[in-house]
């Protein structure tokens, strides 16, 4: 089955830049998704189609892909970034998609 | 405001069943895919099933496979899941999600209903 594994926690200071990556262990033939979900609310989307970020993002969040591995980065993070985050995608396009198992942001 | 609220809900003993669903406003439900998603108490996001415009097509997680039914009925801009045969590791918060036009993202998401399942 079809894998995306994130690392469980990341730490950053403010103002600094967080890097978040999603790993699969085959090369994968769907974009990757990002949702950052703050405690007790619904997830919300911060990047489409790996590097497209939807309206009312703030710029400082963006993707990346290269090979098997995605990235969220979060430049200038801030205390409101505080928060879960997962990566989404899908093994063939609407068939069996895929979370990652969320990486925890902590701003120190 | 494009809002999608869910509702259904509730404590209900190992072997039931429970019809959650979730009604859309702000937004033409009859244009866009949709899916179910869940997150047990403390864990990850978990996704459940996916249903066509038409409910032509559906995808179902293997998890869930045979035991949950997706439907839809876009007069009444509703999504429905139909839970049966609950188990205690069904307990979760359980989300409907708009699909992303061209794309297998969720833009919108509900808050979410929660359903327990005692044992």
């Known amino acids: 089955s079809y894998e995306l594994t994130q690392p469980p926690s990341v730490s950053v200071s403010p103002g600094l830049t967080a890097r978040i990556t999603c790993s699969a262990h085959?090369?994968?033939?769907?974009?990757t998704y990002w949702y950052q979900q703050k405690a007790g609310q619904a997830p919300v989307l911060v990047i489409y189609?790996?590097?497209q970020r939807p309206s009312g993002i703030p710029e400082r969040f963006s993707g990346s892909s290269s090979g098997t591995t995605a990235t969220l980065i979060i430049n200038g993070v801030q205390a409101e970034d505080e928060a879960d985050y997962y990566c989404?995608?899908?093994?063939?396009?609407?068939?069996?998609?895929?979370f990652g198992g969320g990486t925890k942001l902590t701003v120190l | 405001d494009v809002q999608l609220v869910e509702s259904g809900g509730g404590l209900v003993q190992s072997g039931g069943s429970l019809r959650l669903s979730c009604e859309a406003s702000?937004?033409?439900?009859?244009?866009?895919?949709m899916n179910w998603v869940r997150q047990a108490p403390g864990k990850g996001l978990e996704w459940l099933s996916y249903?066509?415009?038409?409910?032509?097509?559906?995808y179902e997680a293997d998890s869930v496979k045979g035991r949950f039914t997706t439907s839809r009925d876009n007069a009444k801009s509703s999504l429905y899941l139909h839970l049966n045969d609950l188990r205690a590791d069904d307990t979760a918060v359980y989300y409907c999600?708009?699909?992303?036009?061209?794309?297998?993202?969720?833009?919108?998401w509900g808050r979410g209903t929660m359903v327990a399942v005692s044992s």
């Open positions: 999600a708009r699909d992303l036009v061209g794309s297998d993202g969720f833009d919108v």
């Open positions: 702000g937004f033409d439900f009859s244009r866009f895919e």
């Open positions: 249903i066509s415009i038409t409910s032509a097509i559906i």
């Open positions: 085959v090369l994968p033939t769907q974009y």
């Open positions: 189609k790996d590097s």
């Open positions: 989404q995608s899908a093994a063939s396009s609407g068939i069996s998609v895929v």
